[in-house]
């Protein structure tokens, strides 16, 4: 997102039945470790500025 200085990233956790926050990086890339092959993740990516802290992108969520 243009102008963002950090990402909150998100994984949908179905026993809880809620997103759980699994990383807040400055990196356009992120790398989810120990996931279980053949499993299928909802993630959701909100982009931010430092100085406003949330400047919501609208997030987008993806399915890998």
Known sequence: ?????????????NNAGTWKKIADTASLSYTDRGLTKG?????????YKKSSRWKDSGGKIVSM
């Open 1 to 13: 997102v243009n102008g963002a200085t950090g990402y909150l990233v998100y994984r949908w956790d």
């Open 39 to 47: 499993k299928s993740y909802k993630y959701a990516v909100k982009a």
